[in-house]
C-alpha cells in the first residue's frame, strides 16, 4: 500500500499531533533533510487479509484490543510502498469478567518498496 | 522551537514532561476513519453496551498514538524512536482528560548508540492507569568542543 502525504496530515491530524515532522512539509524539511514523515502508529492502517491459520467458524465474534508493541528500523515516508504480513504467533484460553476469552498473538513485519523491514508490530487481541 | 535533547540530559529517574489529551466522541469517529478500524464499540453506544460494555470505549492504538506523541515531543526532530509499547487493561472513555506521563529507567550504550529506555503511563481523570507502557529511544550526545 502506498502511503500518501495527504493520509499521513489526516492521521496527525485525528490524533490532535501538531508536531510538523507529520504535518508539514516545508517546516520538517527545515528539522530533518528527509522531510516528512509518518508518526509512530500510523503504520497501523495497514490491514492484512484475514488470518489464514484462525478456523472458518472461529466463534468469538467479539474482540477487544489487549496491547500493541512496535519495533522500529527505518521511518516512513511519504511514496513509500508498504507490505504488511500478520502471522498468529500464539494463541490461549483464559477465564474473565466477560466469560471465556481467546487471546490471539499476532506479529506484523512492515516491508518498504526496498525490501527493507521497516517495522514490527506484535497485537494482543481478545476474542470472546 | 525544540530545544536538542541530549543523551547526557537524561539520568534515571528524568520525568517526560506530561501530556494532556481531550479526546472526544468526534476524535474517536475521525480516527476511526483515518486507521480504517471502524468497530461499533468506539462510536456506537448501543452496539457498545449490547457486547457488554458500559459505553463507547476509546481505541486502545488512539491511546498508544497518545505515548507516541508524548515521547516524539520530548525527544524531538533529532531523537529516534525505536520501541513503543502499551497494554490496554481497562476501558478508557472519551470526554474527560487523559493524562499521558513517563519517566527515564535506563540510559545505555550499545555499539556506540546511546539508548534510553523508560516507562509510560496514561492516567484517566479518575486517576486510573489502564495503558502502561514503555519506550526505547536514541539520543544525540553533546558536541565535544
Same mark, same amino acid.
Given at each position: 500500500?502506498?502511503?500518501?502525504r495527504?493520509?499521513i496530515k489526516?492521521?496527525a491530524?485525528? *490524533?490532535?499531533d501538531p508536531n510538523p515532522l507529520w504535518n508539514d512539509e516545508n517546516v520538517a524539511r527545515q528539522k530533518l533533510s528527509t522531510g516528512m514523515m509518518a508518526p509512530?502508529? #500510523?503504520? +497501523? #492502517?495497514? =490491514?492484512?487479509? =484475514? ?10 465474534? +467479539? ?8 519495533? %522500529?528500523?527505518?521511518s516512513v515516508k511519504p511514496g513509500? =510502498? *508498504? ?8 494463541? %490461549? ?8 476469552? *481467546? #487471546? ?5 513485519? %512492515?516491508?518498504?518498496? #526496498? ?11 481478545? =476474542?470472546? | 522551537m525544540h530545544q536538542t535533547l541530549?543523551? /547526557? ?5 528524568? /520525568? !517526560? ?12 469517529? &475521525?480516527? @476511526? ?14 452496539? @457498545? !453496551? ?6 463507547? !470505549? ?14 516524539t515531543d520530548w525527544i524531538g526532530p533529532t531523537g529516534t524512536?525505536?520501541?513503543?509499547? @502499551?497494554?490496554? &487493561? ?28 523508560? /516507562?509510560?503511563? !496514561? /492516567? ?10 514503555? @519506550?526505547?529511544?536514541?539520543?544525540p550526545?553533546?558536541p &565535544?568542543?
Open positions: 500500500m502506498e502511503v500518501e495527504g493520509h489526516a492521521f491530524e485525528a *490524533i490532535e509512530p502508529t #500510523f503504520l +497501523r #492502517f495497514i =490491514r492484512t487479509e =484475514r488470518l489464514q491459520e484462525l478456523p472458518e467458524d472461529f466463534p468469538y465474534n +467479539r474482540s477487544l484490543d489487549g496491547g500493541s508493541q512496535w519495533e %522500529y528500523f527505518e513509500d =510502498r *508498504i507490505k504488511a504480513v500478520t502471522t498468529v504467533t500464539d494463541l %490461549y484460553k483464559k477465564s474473565g469478567k466477560l466469560g471465556e476469552m *481467546i #487471546f490471539v498473538l499476532t506479529t506484523t513485519t %512492515y516491508t518498504n518498496q #526496498f525490501n527493507k523491514l521497516v517495522a514490527t508490530q506484535t497485537n494482543t487481541s481478545i =476474542r470472546y | 541530549y543523551w /547526557e540530559d537524561v539520568t534515571v529517574g528524568t /520525568e !517526560i514532561p506530561p501530556l494532556v489529551k481531550n479526546p472526544s466522541n468526534r476524535q474517536l469517529v &475521525r480516527y @476511526a476513519g483515518v486507521s480504517g478500524d471502524f468497530y461499533e464499540i468506539h462510536y456506537d453506544k448501543d452496539f @457498545a !453496551i449490547s457486547t457488554g460494555l458500559n459505553g463507547i !470505549i476509546i481505541h486502545g492504538a488512539l491511546k498508544q498514538a497518545f505515548l507516541g506523541q508524548l515521547i524512536l525505536k520501541k513503543l509499547s @502499551a497494554q490496554y &487493561r481497562g476501558m478508557d472513555e472519551p470526554g474527560s482528560p487523559l493524562i499521558c506521563k513517563g519517566k527515564v529507567v535506563k540510559t545505555y550504550v550499545h555499539n556506540h548508540l546511546h539508548f534510553v529506555d523508560c /516507562e509510560i503511563w !496514561i /492516567e484517566n481523570s479518575k486517576g486510573q492507569q489502564f495503558t502502561p507502557g514503555s @519506550a526505547t529511544v536514541l539520543l550526545i553533546k &565535544r568542543d
